[in-house]
């Protein structure tokens, strides 16, 4: 802003002690008054009056609203002019327009005088005093400081949604403040006092970079020391990570080892289950010749006896006819011992067989005895060697991740520190270069008014001469009128004088705003661009050759220009406008579709513009059909299933039509295929104790009957039968003291446990709960559970968790049995996919039953010796609850404590989650000198049935 009033001021000031002098014909004349008054002692007499700048004053509301006439619709900024006073005047907030001349909310302006601001109902445009527009804005009533006038005065208006160009709305800023700029009135004693700021300035930088640099030495130290412990620490990692790698290792072979034997055990069992194939198939041959032989047997014993009977007749009677009767026995004689002794040599060939069948069998059951020690030993390698890897991890993992944790804070103390140190030196390298400007433009005004003083004493040293000449020619007879003359051509040399006998130099301000692109390009048409920051503003000084200056702050405004992006969205509806989605079109037909057009405008000035396409669809009407349709494995067609017996059942498959109107029909066909039915006859042999349960071994054993053969017939799932003539030996056990729970426990062998293993491994089918009674023994899992149970609840009060007890639930342990069948040989949590016709798969509780949750489930398997057992089904019970302690608690408990739950899931589950109720499921299986087994945990809490 240019300090107009302040330089007319002076001047006006100035002129009361101005005369003009006129040179006579001898000498000079003053004009208005006479000379001598002026001059005492060679020198100017000025009254002592102080010379002011002129204040800045504020146009009033009044003054500008004065300017505006009906109807005009711009106003062009005066000096004296603040956004807030004229926002007043046109009815718009304020913080809108600072914003919209591109002035940040809050901060210290001039109003940039000559810039315009004017109004087409409710679009206002700034323009600068170069003709240059700044912005361009839409209003509304949320910018109006009165809502029920218009903006500038106007008669109508509109008011459109508001879209600010090239202006930041910033609310809740403070009132604008202006702060015109002046020149210093006495620069040597503004010089001495910023040379001493600049002084103190420099001390307390000085004294702050030495606290800055004892803090950063203080944590170079602190970095130092937590260095040489991370170097400790990663010592310790890499000899635990080379420990870890080694139990690795050892796992993996042990594991291959695992994986040997198990192959072994799948080769001995098929060779055993093919001898035995033998073994029966040699017993049936040898019942069969032992029929026949004693069938000859017999007939050769009825032959004898009535030839007996008829020898004794003939010869008493001498009767021909008894005679010719015996003849004719005789024959049938020789027929019968000829018949006897074939059968009697099929039967010492069907001996022979048997033994070497029952060899074989032995041999092969020997082996499997074998290998099954040998995968018994590898499990339990690999379970020690996994023990070993778990260990090596706990402790690896136990390692922290680093060593700074214990001076962390510290160390955060420190940093912010040296962050404070940092902002306050740049705090005071800005106030260094302030002052050092400061004192620079000072030295300049002081060097500036040194050269006008020399030359004002010059001019005054010319005046006195000047003076002196006009005192002699006085008397001069010129005319005054050229004298007048004379003086006003004098008058327009002189300087310009104050009261302090200098001149005084004057200081224009000018504010200067550049607008760029993003590039740095500038612009001059700002269509299309938004703005995006705006810079500091930078202050020039440019000194004239008169000695005035002119400051002229710049401010560089950076604009965005604004882009579009076409977007495509779809909507699906019904009739009523509910969505449809896409998933279920298929069910719809369409009847119209609509297609509009938006546009988005984002906070950058980037635009959006969507293509909508609104689609309105029916719903279709749909008819569902089942077909079936029957055929043989062929998959030739039939029609009478006489004979046959279904095996399978196609999943439906769906076909669609649709009708002319859009409606469809469903057809689910099924296809059912069918087996031709046929029949196989097969002999057994089945040797049972005197209770009737079957017997492998017969150790121990002695034969006591033999029943005839029974047929009992079995139609398998495809509809074939097999015919089996079963014969029934009884034996009873040689008088001996056994453990009954003991010698209950099935062997590997057993066809029970073959065809579990079968039903299981096989035909992914899983156990009933009729088959859960049946193969485990229920007064062994009581023994196990509670022995479990006590161990576990010790557990529990050592680290005070939630006691668990048994359940008491009645029904959940043929569910957890049934779970430790399927486990021995399908060692998974998923349960196999099929279920038995027959079988009863869920339980079943009456109103008030007490019944247990089955949340978790934990398995186990392991393998115990039988010499460890010697009998005992109390000591098997109690070595089976120690393995399952140590598999489930113990060996996870380090992990547990450790927060390591993902590695204890056992251990929570049953130990640590306090849970209400447990339920033990076991099976056992004898293989060779070991005893397999398996557990089935399920911990819950129980709820009454309803």
């Known amino acids: 802003m240019k300090n107009t009033k302040n330089k007319n001021m002076v001047n006006a000031t100035e002129q009361k002690y101005r005369a003009k002098m006129v040179k006579g014909k001898k ?59 004229i926002a007043l005047a046109v009815n718009v907030k304020w913080e809108t327009l600072m914003t919209a001349n591109g002035f940040e909310l809050g901060s210290q302006y001039s109003v940039p005088v000559g810039t315009m601001i004017s109004f087409d109902g409710s679009k206002m445009t700034v323009t600068n005093a170069a003709g240059e527009v700044i912005s361009e804005t839409q209003l509304n009533n949320n910018d109006k400081i009165d809502t029920t006038q218009l903006f500038a005065g106007q008669a109508t208006t509109n008011q459109p949604a508001k879209t600010n160009t090239g202006t930041n709305n910033k609310p809740n800023a403070s009132l604008p403040i202006t702060k015109p700029s002046t020149p210093s009135k006495n620069p040597t004693a503004d010089k001495e006092e910023a040379e001493s700021q600049l002084e103190e300035a420099e001390k307390d930088k000085e004294q702050v970079e030495k606290e800055k640099e004892e803090v950063e030495k203080e944590l170079a130290a602190l970095n130092e020391s937590n260095n040489g412990t991370l170097l400790d620490l990663q010592a310790k990692r890499n000899d635990l990570q080379q420990k870890v790698d080694e139990a690795q290792t050892a796992y993996d072979l042990q594991l291959a080892a695992v994986t040997n034997s198990e192959a072994k055990v799948a080769e001995a ?115 020690a060697a996994q023990v070993a890897l778990v260990t090596a991890e706990t402790e690896l993992n136990s390692l922290p991740e680093t060593v700074t944790a214990s001076t962390v804070e510290e160390a955060k103390k420190l940093q912010k520190q040296l962050a404070d140190f940092e902002a306050r030196l740049k705090e005071l390298d800005t106030q260094i270069t302030t002052l050092k400007d400061k004192i620079e433009q000072l030295d300049q005004q002081i060097a500036q008014l040194d050269q006008q003083a020399d030359q004002s004493k010059k001019d005054f040293e010319e005046i006195k001469d000047s003076a002196d000449n006009v005192v002699e020619n006085l008397a001069d007879e010129t005319p005054v009128t050229n004298a007048n003359d004379t003086a006003n051509n004098t008058e327009k040399e002189l300087p310009e004088i104050n009261n302090g006998g200098t001149t005084t130099p004057s200081n224009e301000d000018k504010y200067v705003t550049v607008n760029v692109d993003e590039a740095g390009n500038r612009l001059t048409d700002l269509t299309g661009y938004v703005k995006v920051s705006e810079s500091e503003v930078v202050k020039t000084v440019e000194t004239l050759p008169n000695g005035n200056t002119i400051t002229t702050y710049t401010t560089t405004v950076t604009y965005h220009k604004t882009i ?157 039968t097999i015919t089996t003539y079963t014969t029934t030996v009884t034996y009873k056990k040689k008088a001996t003291q056994t453990d009954p729970i003991i010698d209950n426990i099935l062997s590997s062998t057993d066809q029970k446990i073959t065809d579990i293993k079968n039903q299981v491994s096989k035909d992914d089918t899983a156990v009933s709960l009729e088959q859960a009674r049946e193969l485990t023994d229920a007064e062994l899992t009581a023994k196990v559970a509670e022995e479990f149970a006590k161990m576990v609840q010790a557990e529990q009060a050592n680290y005070n968790y939630n006691q668990t007890n048994l359940t008491t639930d009645d029904k959940v342990g043929d569910r957890t049995s049934s779970r430790a069948v399927e486990v021995m040989y399908n060692f998974d949590h998923a349960r196999p996919e099929n279920d038995l016709e027959n079988g009863t798969y869920k339980l079943s509780y009456n109103t008030g039953d007490t019944e247990m949750a089955n949340t978790t489930e934990n398995i186990s398997q392991s393998t115990i010796s039988a010499s460890k057992v010697n009998g005992d089904s109390s000591e098997l019970a109690k070595l089976i609850a120690q393995a399952m302690f140590q598999q489930y608690i113990e060996e996870e408990r380090a992990a547990y404590l450790a927060g390591n739950t993902s590695a204890a899931m056992h251990y929570s589950n049953i130990a640590a989650k306090g849970y209400t109720d447990m339920s033990v499921g076991v099976f056992v299986v004898k293989q060779g000198n070991n005893y397999v087994v398996t557990t089935t945990v399920i911990t819950g809490n129980h709820s009454t049935a309803r």
């Open 27 to 85: 000498g000079w004349l003053i004009k208005g008054m006479l000379f001598s008054t002026l001059l005492f002692g060679g020198a100017f007499l000025v009254e002592s009056e102080t010379v002011q700048a002129a204040e800045w004053q504020v146009n009033s509301v009044e003054a500008i609203k004065a300017t505006l006439k009906e109807n005009q619709s711009s106003y062009t900024f005066v000096e004296g002019d603040t956004f807030y006073n």
């Open 269 to 383: 069992t098929t060779a055993q289950a093919a001898a035995q194939t033998a073994l029966e198939n040699a017993q049936t041959t040898l019942a069969t010749a032992q029929a026949n032989a004693d069938a000859a047997q017999n007939r050769v014993n009825e032959v004898q006896a009535q030839m007996d009977a008829l020898a004794e007749q003939a010869t008493t009677a001498n009767d021909a006819a008894a005679q010719a009767k015996l003849a004719a026995l005789q024959l049938e004689m020789d027929a019968a011992q000829a018949n006897l002794t074939a059968y009697q040599n099929e039967l010492n060939v069907a001996t022979d067989n048997l033994a070497t069948a029952q060899t074989n069998y032995d041999t092969a059951t020997t082996q499997l005895t074998t290998v099954e020690a040998e995968l018994a030993t590898a499990r339990a390698n690999v379970e």
């Open 564 to 720: 579009n992006t076409d977007k495509s969205v779809t909507y699906h509806i019904d009739e009523v406008g509910n969505p449809i989605d896409e998933a279920d079109l298929v069910n719809y037909v369409e009847l119209s579709r609509d297609n509009s057009v938006t546009v988005e405008t984002l906070p950058n000035g980037d635009t959006v513009t969507t293509q909508i396409t609104t689609i309105v669809y029916r719903k279709v009407n749909n008819t569902d059909k089942h077909v079936t349709i029957t055929i043989d494995e062929a998959g030739n067609v039939i029609t009478d299933l006489t004979g046959y017996t279904k095996i399978s059942e196609s999943e439906a498959v769906k076909t669609v039509e649709t009708l002319p109107n859009g409606d469809t029909v469903t057809t689910y066909t099924t296809t059912i295929t069918y087996h031709k039915n046929v029949n196989t006859d097969k002999h057994v042999n089945i040797s049972v104790d005197e209770s009737g349960k079957v017997l492998t071994d017969l150790t121990d054993y002695e034969k006591v009957s033999e029943s005839t053969p029974v047929k009992s017939v079995e139609t398998l799932p495809n509809g074939d």
